[in-house]
């Protein structure tokens, strides 16, 4: 709802959840997630317009991702995490469906991350967060500018380079490095089965941010294991 509503601004106060294309309200019982998308057969019961397939593959993501959030992280981080991964579900759905990034999930979100360290909230230190956070900013951009400088194109959108600034106050360098290495790598494997199926070209723009997200929330989940593996330690 917060995505679709970033994306709209004018429908931002709405009391109600509404379907987009009828703007006609939402019954509760047409809102439970997964099971209402599918009684329906994925479409709005006033006009019938598909609904997008968006809603539940955001609504799996969300509950995968801090049911597991709940169980592997200790209680004192809970919550600025969950800050974190909200903030990150509502930018994987803005850039996937208009490759846009807010800049309330990510720039304005980094003082959150300066606070709850500040209270140990966070397993990281404050040098560790302000690096994270410089690191995520300048490499992206440093990146982007290499990039344009060559091909004379815009290989990565500002909001990228937020994001990435945005997830290093939350896990530091490391979490950078690894959120990067594994957006990279699942951005590269589905560039390549878009291409294998006919569905886009080399020139295709696709959203980053939506790869840099989920990298993100697997270090976060798995920081200790994925550590160990690369660092050994």
Same mark, same amino acid.
């Given at each position: 709802?917060?995505?679709?509503?970033?994306?709209?601004?004018?429908?931002?106060?709405?009391?109600?959840?509404?379907?987009?294309?009828?703007?006609?309200?939402?019954?509760?019982?047409?809102?439970?997630?997964?099971?209402?998308?599918?009684?329906?057969?994925?479409?709005?019961?006033?006009?019938?317009?598909?609904?997008?397939?968006?809603?539940?593959?955001?609504?799996?993501?969300?509950?995968?991702?801090?049911?597991?959030?709940?169980?592997?992280?200790?209680?004192?981080?809970?919550?600025?995490?969950?800050?974190?991964?909200?903030?990150?579900?509502?930018?994987?759905? !803005?850039?996937? /469906?208009?490759?846009?990034?807010?800049?309330?999930?990510? $720039? #304005? =979100?980094?003082? %959150?991350?300066?606070? @709850?360290?500040?209270?140990?909230?966070?397993?990281? !230190?404050?040098? /560790?967060?302000?690096?994270?956070?410089?690191?995520?900013? $300048? #490499? =992206?951009?440093? %990146?982007?500018?290499? @990039?344009?400088?060559?091909?004379?194109?815009?290989?990565?959108?500002?909001?990228?380079?937020?994001?990435?600034?945005?997830?290093?106050? #939350?896990?530091?360098?490391?979490?950078?490095?690894?959120?990067?290495?594994?957006?990279?790598?699942?951005?590269?494997?589905?560039?390549?089965?878009?291409?294998?199926?006919?569905?886009?070209?080399?020139?295709?723009?696709?959203?980053?941010?939506?790869?840099?997200?989920?990298?993100?929330?697997?270090?976060?989940?798995?920081?200790?294991?994925?550590?160990?593996?690369?660092?050994?330690?």
């Amino acid at each position: 709802m917060l995505a679709y509503r970033f994306l709209n601004p004018k429908d931002f106060k709405k009391p109600r959840s509404f379907c987009p294309k009828c703007k006609s309200y939402i019954k509760w019982y047409d809102l439970i997630p997964l099971i209402s998308w599918f009684l329906l057969k994925g479409n709005c019961r006033s006009c019938k317009n598909k609904i997008s397939y968006l809603y539940p593959f955001i609504e799996v993501i969300t509950a995968v991702s801090l049911y597991t959030l709940y169980k592997n992280v200790s209680i004192p981080y809970f919550i600025p995490y969950f800050i974190f991964f909200s903030a990150l579900i509502v930018t994987i759905r !803005t850039d996937l /469906e208009e490759m846009l990034i807010s800049r309330y999930m990510t $720039l #304005f =979100l980094i003082p %959150i991350a300066f606070s @709850f360290n500040l209270v140990h909230y966070l397993p990281l !230190t404050f040098e /560790e967060t302000l690096t994270g956070t410089i690191f995520g900013f $300048l #490499f =992206l951009l440093f %990146i982007s500018k290499i @990039f344009k400088l060559f091909t004379k194109k815009e290989g990565l959108g500002q909001g990228d380079i937020e994001l990435l600034a945005f997830i290093g106050a #939350f896990t530091g360098i490391k979490g950078c490095w690894i959120s990067l290495l594994f957006g990279s790598i699942l951005g590269s494997v589905f560039g390549i089965l878009l291409i294998t199926f006919k569905k886009s070209n080399f020139s295709t723009k696709i959203p980053f941010g939506p790869f840099l997200a989920i990298g993100a929330m697997v270090y976060v989940l798995y920081q200790y294991q994925i550590i160990n593996l690369i660092f050994g330690f």
